[in-house]
């Protein structure tokens, strides 16, 4: 069961506007424009297992009850994400028919990095890291805080172009590589999005919602 967007009950806002203060006051100027801040509670069943996927926004975990063991992947790892289902999944996410879930290999599972959870301790999620949950023996407890940054959003729009231009054959470079084409990519998005107001055009409505 999860509990979405407590933070709107004082008391869990309060909680959220200390943690995320704290960890903005460390992070590299470089992130930018937090946005989308919101917090989750998840009360998880004793052994049950949150499938392999990843998610597109920057997460605290914050263990409270009961264990949970989190296995862990580099984002940039291409053995167990290639960039083009790294695309995909980013080009999906607002479709109503959108399952997050992904093809889990049991090769997979001697990359990862594995990290148990206790009462008191936080685990940090980076963008786009695939990972599963297990829960301990006993109903589990937690406490997820996510925002989005500049940074983050940046990203996912390059994974969103290079996911149109593999579709028109071509072998784009993955973001982070190279400052100018990720600028050049950005950029190419915003045009097409105001040309797409402009015109009526579809390609991007669902990122629209997306990065509105
Ligand atoms: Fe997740």
Redesign the pocket.
């Given at each position: 069961m999860v509990l979405k967007n407590v933070q709107q009950d004082p008391a869990y806002g309060k909680l959220l506007r200390e943690v995320l203060d704290s960890v903005y006051g460390n992070l590299d100027p470089s992130f930018g424009g937090m946005h989308r801040e919101e917090a989750f509670i998840f009360i998880s069943s004793p052994n049950s297992v949150?499938p392999y996927?990843?998610?597109e926004e920057h997460?605290f975990l914050c263990q409270l009850r009961g264990t949970k063991e989190v296995s862990m992947w580099d984002p940039r790892d291409q053995t167990v994400l290639p960039e083009a289902q790294k695309e995909y999944m980013l080009q999906i996410w607002h479709d109503p028919a959108y399952h997050r879930n992904m093809k889990f290999q049991e090769s997979f599972q001697e990359r990862a990095t594995v990290f148990p959870l206790v009462p008191g301790e936080a685990l940090h999620?980076p963008v786009g890291a695939p990972?599963w949950?297990k829960n301990g023996p006993a109903v589990s407890i937690s406490f997820s805080i996510t925002w989005r940054s500049k940074l983050s959003e940046r990203q996912a729009i390059v994974y969103f172009v290079n996911g149109k231009l593999r579709r028109i054959g071509l072998n784009p470079v993955a973001p982070g590589h190279s400052a100018f084409r990720d600028s050049l990519k950005h950029g190419l998005f915003h045009s097409v999005r105001v040309l797409g107001r402009v015109f009526g055009g579809s390609w991007l409505k669902k990122s629209q919602a997306k990065w509105a």
């Open positions: 949150t996927h990843l998610d997460n999620f990972h949950v």
